[in-house]
């Protein structure tokens, strides 16, 4: 494995609340990626980072922020849960500007 | 519109027989496509990476190929065993993009039964 961690792993909030997933890598990967998984679609990246402090967003960004402070940890947070963020999120890293591991994700359910 | 289309969408095999798994594409030009394996509750692996001129690359029972001419990708299995039964995805990288505008297909689930 990658060593990729997030947490938590699973996750039941309520509409409105703000929530924060986390991603870690052991890896020292420079590029680091979230991806939402719905059923129906493929992954589609939210935000992704390409160093510490660098941060650019994805295909389905609205909603979303995150943060990069350093190189191991990317933060995703969803400022005011909706329902339609219901979702299974994971987290990939890599050395070159390629996805090449996935964490195990968290599975956010959003009441 | 760049798009990747897996079928079938599902399939049960038996165990130890073969199957074979399509992976079409509207991505051009592009420069590499991959298949990943996603068991139920955990992130994708990737079993196979193939760049535009790469006609086959095997991985264990796992051999996936690729005819650019056409736009189409196959992963074939051999010899199923029970732990093959999970999601296969099929990923486009667009040529001269990052990494960031890969294009997945939804999968294939399979299923193995014993």
């Known amino acids: 494995d990658a060593g990729i961690t997030q947490s938590p792993r699973h996750k039941v909030t309520e509409t409105g609340t703000p929530v924060t997933l986390r991603c870690h890598q052991t890896e020292n990967h420079r590029y680091m990626y979230w991806y939402r998984q719905d059923p129906g679609h493929g992954l589609r990246l939210i935000h992704y980072s390409y160093g510490v402090k660098d941060t650019d967003k994805g295909e389905v960004s609205d909603g979303y922020s995150v943060s990069r402070s350093k190189t191991e940890d990317f933060l995703l947070t969803l400022e005011s849960a909706t329902s339609s963020q219901t979702s299974v999120y994971f987290c990939?890293?890599?050395?070159?500007?390629?996805?090449?591991?996935f964490g195990d994700g968290t599975r956010l359910s959003i009441l | 519109k760049n798009q990747v289309e897996q079928s079938p969408q599902s399939l049960i095999i038996l165990e130890g027989k073969n199957c074979t798994l399509q992976?079409?594409?509207?991505?051009?030009?592009?420069?590499?496509l991959r298949w990943y394996k996603q068991d139920t509750g955990r992130g994708p692996v990737s079993l196979t990476i193939m760049t535009f001129s790469e006609n086959t690359k095997s991985n264990g029972r796992y051999t996936a190929t690729l005819d650019a001419d056409t736009k189409q990708s196959s992963l074939h299995i051999t010899a199923s065993q029970l732990s093959d039964s999970a999601s296969y995805i099929c990923?486009?990288?667009?040529?001269?993009?990052?990494?960031?505008?890969?294009?997945f297909g939804k999968g294939t689930t399979l299923s193995v039964s014993s």
């Open positions: 990939a890293t890599g050395s070159n500007n390629q996805p090449q591991h």
């Open positions: 992976c079409n594409y509207t991505v051009s030009p592009f420069s590499n």
């Open positions: 990923v486009v990288t667009p040529a001269n993009q990052a990494g960031t505008a890969l294009i």
